[in-house]
């Protein structure tokens, strides 16, 4: 569990959000302004929002042009990262990440199986950094979006959270 630091400031992010799907248009797309509601609550900007279809040329164009924007430090999409034939996000994406972030894989689906239980396992929630921007993958869902951003990804976005966060390492990420 994160826990507040004292004396810890506030820093806010530019965070860019994608919904991936075949059926969603901006009037239908619940998860997507559900996530940026919750960034811009929290006192994050929202850099960039988009909607694509389950693309895998169209999504990694998007991305790889946010992950090469200076004014985007974070992405997050919301759904394809299920098991169908159309789930294509995370193909989308891994080819991009540099680095993958495995425990955000562990940590997702260990708050996800509080709400869903073995439903879980039907997702394939990823993150990785790439050009020095944070990317996290997350299900369509609601509820998927909920839990990844208020049990997970808020407080690694949150530098008053620790006892560290990725807010912290930002400044690093392009080190060599």
């Not at 709400?115 to 990823?126: D, E, H, K, M, Y």
């Not at 979006?145 to 400044?171: F, T």
Request: glycine share 8%.
């Amino acid at each position: 569990m994160a826990k507040r630091k004292d004396n810890a400031e506030f820093k806010s992010v530019n965070i860019a959000v994608l919904t991936v799907s075949d059926t969603r248009d901006a009037s239908t797309d619940t998860s997507g302004d559900l996530l940026a509601m919750r960034i811009t609550d929290a006192g994050h900007a929202l850099a960039a929002r988009n909607i694509v279809r389950d693309d895998i040329p169209k999504i990694r164009e998007i991305v790889s042009t946010w992950i090469n924007d200076p004014a985007v430090d974070v992405v997050i999409t919301t759904g394809g990262t299920g098991l169908t034939g159309r789930d294509v996000t995370v193909e989308a994406l891994a080819p991009l990440f540099e680095k993958t972030i495995d425990g955000f894989s562990v940590i997702f689906h260990k708050v996800s199986f509080e709400s869903i239980g073995l439903s879980t396992l039907q997702s394939r929630a990823t993150a990785g950094l790439a050009r020095g921007t944070f990317i996290f993958a997350l299900p369509g869902s609601n509820g998927a979006v909920k839990d990844g951003w208020d049990k997970v990804i808020s407080h690694q976005l949150d530098a008053r959270y620790g006892p560290c966060n990725l807010v912290e390492l930002m400044p690093r990420l392009m080190e060599h």
